[in-house]
Structure formats: C-alpha cells, structure tokens
C-alpha cells in the first residue's frame, strides 16, 4: 500500500532512550567528538559565569543543577536586556558578557553539540539518577518498617520482662519497689506468721482424735499418731527444746542472725584500710637477731588431738582420761622459750559429756532456740504429718460417700462412736482446714522465705536477679529509642530525597520534550516519541 507525503509526515518517530545518542550519531546528527566539545563550553560557562549582572532570573538559572545549551539561549535572551546600552549602528554588542555567552551558544549549535548533551543528560537521568533516588526512597521506607517492627519487639518484650518481674515480685509477697528490703521485711515477720500457723493448727484437734481413734481401731497397739502436729496444735509453735524435753526453757539464746551487707556499688572499690609504716631499724642492730614483735608466754598444756594414742592426756591403748606416764617430749624445742608443761607432774581431767547435754539445764541455745517451724527439720516432720493427715481424711471422706460399699460399712459396725458419728459434711470441713494449714505452709512465698532464713545470702542472689531483669527491660527501652531514633532519621532522609527526585523528574520530562521537539524540526515536524521513559 502507497503511503501518501501527507500521510507520511503523521508517522511518529520511536527511539529508544537507551540508544538515543547512538541513533543520533548514525543519522549525523551529532559528531562522534561531541564530548570533547561539550568540555570547551563548559570550560567556558564556568569564565562566564564569573562576571553576570545583577538580575533575578539569571540567579535562579545559575542556581540550577546544570546549565545546557536552552539555559544559554534564555541568558543571551535576558543580557539583550540589561547590556542593550552597549549595542552599536550595526547590531553588534561591545559588551564582554555578551561576547561570551554568544560564543557559547555558537559552539553548543556547532554540529548539534547540545543535542549530543542533552541526550546525554537524559539518558543518564533516566538509567541512574531516577532509579538511584528511587532505590533510596525506596530502602528508606523498608528501614522506617524494619526500625517500627524492631521497635514494637523491644517493646513488647520489656513489658513481658517488667510483667515476669512483678509475676515473680508476686510470688515472693512484694510489691518490687525495694526487693532487697522488702525481703528482708519479710524474713523479719517470718517468726510471727509461723507463730499463727501454729495456733491454726489448734483447729485440727477433732481430726487429729479422729485419725488416732481409726488407728487405735484398725491396729491393736497403735503408737501415737502426728504427735508433732498434736504438740504444735495444743502448745503452739514452741522452741525445738520443749518439743525435745517437754519442758519450757528458762532462758532462750537465739542464734545471731547473719547480718547480710548491703552489696557495693558498682563504680565504688573498697581497698581496704591500709596503713604502711616503715621499720625503723638502728644501726647497730645488724647481724643480730630481728625482733618480729612476737612474744611467747607459758600457757595451759598444748592437746592435739591428732597425736597418736601414747601421747599425753591418752592412756595405755589409747583410753580417754588417763594421762600417759612417760609423755613425749620434743628435745629440739627445750630450751627455747616455749613451755610445754610436764606431763608427769600435772593431772589432765577430761569429761565426757552425754550427746544433747552440753548447754545448763534449762538453757536453750543453738538449733534449740529455733521454733519448730523455723528448724528445718521440724517443719518437714510437721508437713509430713499434716500431709498424712491431710490424706486420711480425703481417704475416710471418699470412703463414706461409697454407698456401695458393704464392706467399709460392716467394718465400721464396731468403731467407737467417734468413728461412726462423723458425717462427710464435718469431714469434708476438716479436710478444708488440713488443706489451708498446709497451703499456708507450701506456697512459694513461704518457700522462699523459708530459704532466706537458711540463707541469708539469697536475698542477694534474688535481688540481682530480679534486678537484671528490670535492667534488661530498661536495656530493651533504650533500644526501642534508638529504633525509633532511626526511624525519624530515615523519616527524614526520605522527606529530603523525595523533592529532589520530584525536580528530578521534572527536569527529565523538561529535557524530553526539548529532545523530541529538536528531533522532529529536523525531520519536517513528524511527532517524535523517546521510549522506555518511565516517570
């Protein structure tokens, strides 16, 4: 099919971006040396520049980022203004900065030199400087995203820290302000809560004869049944040595509680106090023997136990208190100043005491002086027997709810009568009060309690615990700070780059329809599209 001149001059010309300058060049548009003579004129734009007038739209074209070949011709246009006075008779222009800028635009037309340059721009704004903005904008946004969901971990997980601090803080009976003196407190109020479970263990009387009534039943000589717990339920929570002898003491000494030292600080080293004096030491005094300060007085009779049987105060085949005739005697040490003392002439009397017999009567010292809760040995014995209680109870209760069970009933036909008057409801209320008795004594406070009281050093251990746990919560607050820190920064870079990618693009639209509309005066007006502009 024939196409006609008119409809010819309608075809669109396409060129692909990408190979704009190469298509310019095959068609002789441009000069392959257009870079050569693209670095003369910007060598004289820059001379140029130096000397402009005073004028705001020249200040605002000189402000930009690149001055091209249509920047000159709209400053050649403005300084036809401002140097009008140096025109002459013949057109031409006596002013310097006229001069200049004419022989600039002269060798941007020279072989297209400034379509070769603006082509150049394009390209490059199009390949790099867009998609470079873009990819920037673009790792701003993933940072702002990455920064906000690191920050929301570190939050929720200082929260979790705080709230598994408080769970615990819970757990051990404070509120957290002041660990290590709420524990303290708290060991310090021990002895009077124990004081109160023992008088609630007055309430277990009824069950306590009830379950040495069944016992006395089932076997025939049965021993006393929780006689710890029958002790503590009539007399109370008494010392270790009432328990033991069944007497009250005269006189208590409690053992010294240990005092536990405030911890030092971190940035505080104690050194200790030491004070150096030098000896003094005459002259005279060399050779001779140093004195050390240290003086040797006679003493009572030196005892080792460690020496062998023969030894003194160890009787023939080692029999305890008769001392030995012939003791032994160390000759390198006679005559030293050291007295050993004279077997031979001084009797050693050594007694025996019985095992728990070593305190006056009436005297409760040492493990004695402790409650039965507060011993550790006691209180296990007391919770085993509220358990063993406990666990009667429940097996009675769960045996009279049997109905079925013809056999229970037959064999409780005979029991005495406080074993056949008990109803499921007063036992079921027994059995409430075992379990209270004993919840008091197992919960986790009172375990902890119980373990500060064995040691006191665990009030420590607890506190740097729970301390480390407050500090990583405040380690992860600050983090979350410094993630929101970056976010507003990466907020920010991306507030600066987006309007320079919006001048950007709209220098590049600018540059495309210069391009196109150059192209296509060249070829009779024929629309020109550049391809693969995607803005």
């Not at 070949?69 to 140097?83: A, W």
């Not at 004070?275 to 050390?292: H, N, S, Y």
């Not at 050093?457 to 919560?473: F, P």
């Amino acid at each position: 099919m024939q196409v006609s001149p008119q409809d010819y001059q309608n075809v669109p010309i396409d060129i692909q971006t990408s190979k704009l300058l190469d298509w310019l060049v095959d068609r002789r548009h441009c000069s392959l040396k257009w870079q050569s003579r693209v670095l003369a004129v910007r060598e004289k734009i820059e001379a140029a520049m130096r000397d402009m007038p005073e004028n705001e739209e020249i200040k605002q074209l000189l402000a930009g980022a690149y001055l091209h070949y249509f920047h000159c011709l709209r400053i050649v246009e403005i300084l036809k203004g401002t140097e009008a006075s140096t025109k002459n008779l013949f057109g031409r222009y006596s002013s310097q900065r006229m001069k200049d800028w004419q022989e600039i635009v002269a060798l941007y037309e020279k072989e297209n030199t400034y379509l070769a340059e603006l082509a150049s721009l394009l390209v490059r704004s199009v390949s790099y400087e867009v998609p470079s903005l873009r990819k920037q904008i673009g790792r701003c946004q993933q940072a702002q995203q990455d920064f906000a969901r690191r920050e929301e971990e570190c939050q929720l997980q200082a929260a979790e820290l705080r709230e598994r601090f408080f769970a615990s803080c819970k757990q051990y009976g404070i509120t957290g302000d002041d660990v290590r003196q709420e524990l303290l407190a708290l060991a310090r109020d021990l002895p009077s809560r124990l004081s109160e479970i023992g008088a609630g263990a007055g309430a277990l009387a009824e069950a306590i004869e009830l379950y040495q009534a069944c016992a006395e039943f089932v076997c025939e000589s049965p021993a006393e049944v929780v006689p710890l717990l029958r002790h503590v339920g009539s007399r109370g929570n008494t010392t270790v040595y009432e328990w033991r002898t069944g007497l009250r003491p005269l006189r208590v000494e409690r053992p010294r509680a240990q005092e536990v030292p405030e911890p030092p600080k971190e940035d505080t080293i104690d050194w200790g106090d030491f004070t150096l004096e030098p000896a003094a030491a005459d002259e005279g005094t060399q050779g001779e023997e140093i004195d050390w300060g240290i003086t040797l007085e006679p003493g009572p009779q030196v005892r080792d136990p460690q020496l062998r049987a023969s030894g003194p105060g160890w009787g023939p085949g080692g029999v305890l208190g008769t001392p030995s005739p012939h003791p032994p005697r160390c000759p390198s040490l006679q005559g030293d100043g050291i007295d050993w003392g004279d077997g031979e002439s001084q009797e050693v009397q050594i007694t025996v005491l019985e095992a728990g017999t070593e305190a006056p009567e009436g005297l409760a010292c040492g493990s004695d002086a402790l409650t039965l809760l507060e011993n550790t040995e006691t209180r296990s014995q007391f919770i085993d027997e509220l358990m063993e209680l406990e666990l009667f109870l429940s097996q009675r209760l769960a045996e009279m709810e049997e109905e079925a069970d013809v056999v229970a009933v037959s064999q409780f036909q005979l029991a005495p009568a406080v074993l056949q008057g008990q109803t499921s409801a007063r036992l079921g209320s027994l059995l409430a009060a075992a379990r209270a008795l004993l919840g008091q004594l197992c919960t986790r406070s009172m375990q902890h309690l119980f373990i500060i009281l064995a040691s006191p050093r665990y009030v420590d251990r607890v506190s740097e615990l729970l301390g480390q746990r407050l500090k990583q919560a405040e380690l992860l607050l600050a983090k979350k700070e410094a993630m929101s820190r970056k976010r507003r920064e990466a907020l920010a870079e991306q507030a600066a780059l987006e309007p320079k990618l919006d001048r950007l693009l709209e220098k590049t639209k600018e540059l495309q329809k210069l391009i196109e509309a150059d192209v296509s005066k060249r070829y009779g007006g024929r629309p020109v599209n550049l391809m693969g502009v995607c803005l």
